[in-house]
Protein backbone atom coordinates (compact mmCIF):
# COMPACT_ATOMS: atom_id res chain seq x y z
CA UNK A 1 0.00 0.00 0.00
CA UNK A 2 2.95 2.69 1.07
CA UNK A 3 3.40 2.61 -2.83
CA UNK A 4 -0.19 4.38 -3.63
CA UNK A 5 0.21 6.90 -0.96
CA UNK A 6 1.58 10.40 -1.44
CA UNK A 7 5.18 11.33 0.04
CA UNK A 8 6.87 14.58 0.11
CA UNK A 9 10.14 15.88 0.50
CA UNK A 10 11.07 19.75 0.83
CA UNK A 11 14.37 21.05 -0.73
CA UNK A 12 16.45 24.14 -1.66
CA UNK A 13 16.91 25.66 -4.95
CA UNK A 14 18.18 29.35 -5.99
CA UNK A 15 14.61 30.76 -5.57
CA UNK A 16 13.89 29.29 -2.41
CA UNK A 17 12.27 25.90 -1.13
CA UNK A 18 10.23 23.71 -2.69
CA UNK A 19 8.90 21.03 -2.87
CA UNK A 20 7.90 17.50 -4.73
CA UNK A 21 5.37 14.88 -3.87
CA UNK A 22 5.42 11.53 -5.10
CA UNK A 23 3.44 8.16 -5.32
CA UNK A 24 5.25 5.01 -5.87
CA UNK A 25 7.85 6.20 -8.64
CA UNK A 26 5.92 8.84 -10.28
CA UNK A 27 5.91 12.72 -9.58
CA UNK A 28 2.23 13.69 -8.99
CA UNK A 29 3.09 17.12 -7.71
CA UNK A 30 5.48 20.40 -7.11
CA UNK A 31 5.02 23.03 -5.03
CA UNK A 32 7.06 26.17 -5.48
CA UNK A 33 8.47 28.38 -2.67
CA UNK A 34 5.70 30.18 0.34
CA UNK A 35 6.77 32.69 2.50
CA UNK A 36 8.14 30.04 5.32
CA UNK A 37 8.17 26.39 5.58
CA UNK A 38 5.03 26.62 7.37
CA UNK A 39 2.78 27.61 4.50
CA UNK A 40 4.41 25.32 2.34
CA UNK A 41 3.11 22.54 4.31
CA UNK A 42 0.37 23.80 4.57
CA UNK A 43 -0.01 23.90 0.38
CA UNK A 44 1.26 20.49 0.88
CA UNK A 45 -1.31 19.18 3.33
CA UNK A 46 -4.38 21.35 0.80
CA UNK A 47 -3.21 19.67 -2.39
CA UNK A 48 -2.75 15.90 -0.82
CA UNK A 49 -4.24 15.76 2.26
CA UNK A 50 -3.41 11.88 2.71
CA UNK A 51 0.56 12.68 2.30
CA UNK A 52 3.48 11.97 4.48
CA UNK A 53 6.57 13.08 4.49
CA UNK A 54 9.20 10.60 3.30
CA UNK A 55 12.88 10.19 2.21
CA UNK A 56 13.13 10.44 -1.51
CA UNK A 57 13.59 7.10 -3.17
CA UNK A 58 16.31 6.99 -6.14
CA UNK A 59 14.01 8.45 -8.70
CA UNK A 60 13.06 11.32 -7.24
CA UNK A 61 15.78 11.85 -5.65
CA UNK A 62 17.51 12.23 -9.08
CA UNK A 63 14.32 14.44 -10.34
CA UNK A 64 15.21 16.57 -7.07
CA UNK A 65 18.82 17.13 -8.30
CA UNK A 66 17.65 18.38 -12.11
CA UNK A 67 15.40 20.85 -10.59
CA UNK A 68 17.76 21.71 -8.45
CA UNK A 69 20.58 21.93 -11.98
CA UNK A 70 17.94 23.92 -13.74
CA UNK A 71 17.43 26.32 -11.05
CA UNK A 72 20.78 27.18 -10.58
CA UNK A 73 21.28 28.32 -14.58
CA UNK A 74 21.87 25.31 -15.72
CA UNK A 75 20.73 23.57 -19.00
CA UNK A 76 18.96 20.57 -17.54
CA UNK A 77 16.33 18.71 -19.64
CA UNK A 78 13.49 17.22 -17.43
CA UNK A 79 12.11 14.72 -19.72
CA UNK A 80 13.51 11.79 -18.27
CA UNK A 81 11.42 12.67 -15.01
CA UNK A 82 8.20 10.43 -14.32
CA UNK A 83 4.88 12.41 -14.27
CA UNK A 84 2.00 11.14 -13.30
CA UNK A 85 -1.27 13.44 -14.95
CA UNK A 86 -3.56 10.80 -14.88
CA UNK A 87 -6.31 13.40 -13.16
CA UNK A 88 -5.75 15.83 -15.43
CA UNK A 89 -8.20 16.58 -18.30
CA UNK A 90 -7.15 15.10 -21.95
CA UNK A 91 -7.52 18.89 -22.70
CA UNK A 92 -5.00 19.90 -20.07
CA UNK A 93 -2.66 17.00 -20.88
CA UNK A 94 -2.37 18.36 -24.17
CA UNK A 95 -1.50 21.74 -22.96
CA UNK A 96 1.22 20.28 -20.87
CA UNK A 97 2.59 18.07 -23.26
CA UNK A 98 2.95 21.57 -25.65
CA UNK A 99 4.32 22.92 -22.85
CA UNK A 100 6.93 20.43 -21.95
CA UNK A 101 8.14 20.71 -25.40
CA UNK A 102 9.33 24.68 -25.28
CA UNK A 103 13.01 24.52 -25.32
CA UNK A 104 15.26 25.70 -22.51
CA UNK A 105 15.72 29.60 -22.75
CA UNK A 106 12.47 30.15 -24.76
CA UNK A 107 9.24 31.05 -24.22
CA UNK A 108 6.13 31.12 -26.37
CA UNK A 109 2.62 32.62 -26.16
CA UNK A 110 -0.55 31.10 -24.71
CA UNK A 111 -2.11 31.38 -28.46
CA UNK A 112 0.85 29.14 -29.83
CA UNK A 113 0.40 26.51 -27.30
CA UNK A 114 -3.44 26.64 -27.84
CA UNK A 115 -2.28 26.02 -31.78
CA UNK A 116 -0.27 23.12 -30.88
CA UNK A 117 -3.34 21.34 -29.10
CA UNK A 118 -5.21 21.79 -32.26
CA UNK A 119 -7.28 24.54 -30.88
CA UNK A 120 -6.20 27.82 -32.55
CA UNK A 121 -8.40 30.50 -30.50
CA UNK A 122 -8.80 28.71 -26.61
CA UNK A 123 -5.98 30.80 -25.30
CA UNK A 124 -7.44 31.51 -22.67
CA UNK A 125 -8.29 27.68 -21.71
CA UNK A 126 -4.52 26.78 -22.23
CA UNK A 127 -4.27 30.01 -19.49
CA UNK A 128 -7.17 28.23 -17.21
CA UNK A 129 -5.25 24.76 -17.76
CA UNK A 130 -1.84 25.90 -17.01
CA UNK A 131 -2.95 27.77 -13.78
CA UNK A 132 -4.28 23.92 -12.95
CA UNK A 133 -0.39 22.45 -13.22
CA UNK A 134 0.36 19.95 -10.90
CA UNK A 135 3.93 20.18 -11.50
CA UNK A 136 5.54 23.52 -12.16
CA UNK A 137 9.41 23.60 -13.56
CA UNK A 138 8.82 19.83 -14.56
CA UNK A 139 6.07 20.99 -17.07
CA UNK A 140 7.43 24.80 -17.57
CA UNK A 141 4.43 26.26 -17.07
CA UNK A 142 6.65 29.55 -16.38
CA UNK A 143 7.91 29.70 -20.36
CA UNK A 144 4.32 30.63 -21.35
CA UNK A 145 3.49 34.26 -21.97
CA UNK A 146 0.73 36.86 -23.33
CA UNK A 147 0.58 37.92 -26.90
CA UNK A 148 2.75 40.98 -27.63
CA UNK A 149 5.30 40.60 -24.90
CA UNK A 150 2.87 40.86 -21.84
CA UNK A 151 3.23 38.43 -19.00
CA UNK A 152 0.45 36.45 -18.72
CA UNK A 153 -0.50 35.20 -15.62
CA UNK A 154 1.22 32.85 -12.83
CA UNK A 155 -0.46 31.33 -9.78
CA UNK A 156 1.75 29.59 -7.93
CA UNK A 157 3.29 31.32 -5.11
CA UNK A 158 4.84 34.58 -5.55
CA UNK A 159 3.32 34.89 -8.85
CA UNK A 160 4.93 37.03 -11.71
CA UNK A 161 8.00 37.64 -9.26
CA UNK A 162 8.70 34.08 -9.32
CA UNK A 163 8.32 33.46 -12.84
CA UNK A 164 10.25 36.56 -13.93
CA UNK A 165 13.29 35.17 -11.69
CA UNK A 166 12.84 31.70 -13.28
CA UNK A 167 12.60 33.10 -16.71
CA UNK A 168 15.66 35.11 -15.76
CA UNK A 169 17.85 32.25 -14.38
CA UNK A 170 17.02 30.18 -17.68
CA UNK A 171 18.34 33.13 -20.05
CA UNK A 172 14.95 33.35 -21.66
CA UNK A 173 14.18 34.80 -25.41
CA UNK A 174 11.63 34.88 -27.45
CA UNK A 175 11.42 32.02 -30.03
CA UNK A 176 13.44 33.51 -33.34
CA UNK A 177 14.33 36.67 -31.79
CA UNK A 178 17.89 37.26 -30.74
CA UNK A 179 17.12 39.87 -27.99
CA UNK A 180 18.12 38.78 -24.21
CA UNK A 181 15.77 38.03 -21.23
CA UNK A 182 16.10 41.82 -19.64
CA UNK A 183 15.37 43.33 -23.19
CA UNK A 184 12.13 41.48 -23.41
CA UNK A 185 9.26 44.06 -23.46
CA UNK A 186 7.33 42.84 -20.72
CA UNK A 187 4.72 44.05 -18.34
CA UNK A 188 7.19 42.89 -15.63
CA UNK A 189 10.75 42.11 -14.17
CA UNK A 190 12.35 39.84 -11.56
CA UNK A 191 11.73 41.34 -8.21
CA UNK A 192 14.73 41.36 -6.21
CA UNK A 193 12.93 40.12 -3.00
CA UNK A 194 13.05 36.54 -3.64
CA UNK A 195 9.86 35.66 -0.88
CA UNK A 196 7.49 38.25 -2.52
CA UNK A 197 4.14 37.47 -0.53
CA UNK A 198 2.12 35.10 -3.10
CA UNK A 199 -0.35 36.12 -5.16
CA UNK A 200 -3.75 34.66 -6.39
CA UNK A 201 -4.64 32.81 -9.74
CA UNK A 202 -4.21 35.04 -12.64
CA UNK A 203 -5.85 33.98 -16.22
CA UNK A 204 -4.09 35.96 -19.28
CA UNK A 205 -6.38 38.07 -21.08
CA UNK A 206 -5.19 36.84 -24.28
Avoid at 100 to 118: C, E, K, L
Avoid at 168 to 192: N, S, T, V
Wanted: aromatic letters at 6%.
Amino acid sequence: MAGHVPAFALFDTPIGRCAIVWRGSAVIGVCLPEASDSELHQRIARRFPTGSEGEPPATIAAAIDAIQGLLSGGRVDLGFIEVDLSRAAPFERQVYEAAAAIPHGQVRTYGQIASATGAPGAARAVGRALGRNPVPIIVPCHRIVAAEGKSGGFSAPGGLATKFRILEIEGARRHGEPELFEQLPWAAKPAANRREAPTGPSTPVR
